[in-house]
């Protein structure tokens, strides 16, 4: 009954691999997050996905594109991995007609480059 | 450029004592929001305030918003060891994304 679900949880790979990171939502929320933290802690937006369209879309590396099958998922796909792309991400969801105002994360990916 | 900035970065209490973090935005905000995150979890949302609001409480939970200042703060009072975790502000621009700070590291020691 996870409100928001990401797999997998733990991503080690080698640089210049391409992975995915998938993301679900069982809240019928209409726009999805994709978040990336630092070692720092720091929390940066990378996308949102309203209604299967981007709405927002951070200067981040044409590297990483999120695709949405149905309003329910939002995958991340990282293209030729490098090493600063090591980091927690973090998926989320929220609801517009309950003002868009809360985000409901997932329990993170955490992706460590080699 | 990082807009939320939390303070302080890091927080060790006695168990019972009440916690204060603070919170500064940049931008002019619809609403701000505290989020929590236990080690190795994803955020938990706590409570949020308007931009028309300057207090508000949820049980143990107490936030102040002054908008002349751009802050906030956070207070957790009679804090158990079951608080800590890290505390993170959220400011929300009309419809733009959400901007999270760093975040404040609350021990609480039992």
């Not at chain 1, 009954?1 to 990171?21: C, E, R, W």
Request: hydrophobic share 30%.
């Amino acid at each position: 009954d996870t409100a928001v679900s990401q797999t997998p949880k733990y991503l080690v790979t080698q640089m210049g691999n391409d992975k995915s990171i998938k993301c679900e939502q069982n809240l019928g929320h209409d726009t999805m997050y994709w978040y990336k933290q630092d070692s720092k802690k720091f929390l940066k937006i990378m996308f949102s996905y309203n209604n299967k369209e981007l709405i927002i879309n951070e200067t981040v590396p044409n590297r990483f594109s999120p695709k949405s099958p149905d309003k329910a998922h939002l995958n991340l796909h990282i293209n030729s991995l490098e090493l600063g792309d090591s980091a927690v991400y973090f998926c989320a969801s929220s609801h517009p007609l309950a003002g868009g105002e809360t985000q409901y994360f997932g329990p993170g990916t955490r992706l460590l480059v080699l | 450029s990082q807009q939320g900035e939390e303070d302080p970065q890091a927080l060790s209490i006695q168990e019972g004592e009440n916690a204060t973090m603070n919170c500064s935005y940049k931008t002019s905000i619809n609403n701000l929001q505290w989020y929590r995150q236990n080690s190795g979890r994803g955020l938990v949302h706590l409570i949020l305030i308007r931009s028309n609001e300057r207090e508000k409480h949820s049980g143990r939970l107490r936030v102040t918003l002054d908008t002349s200042k751009k802050s906030s703060s956070l207070l957790i009072t009679a804090s158990r060891a079951a608080d800590t975790a890290s505390y993170f502000c959220a400011s929300n621009n009309y419809g733009q994304n959400f901007v999270f700070g760093p975040g404040t590291r609350l021990s609480v020691l039992p």
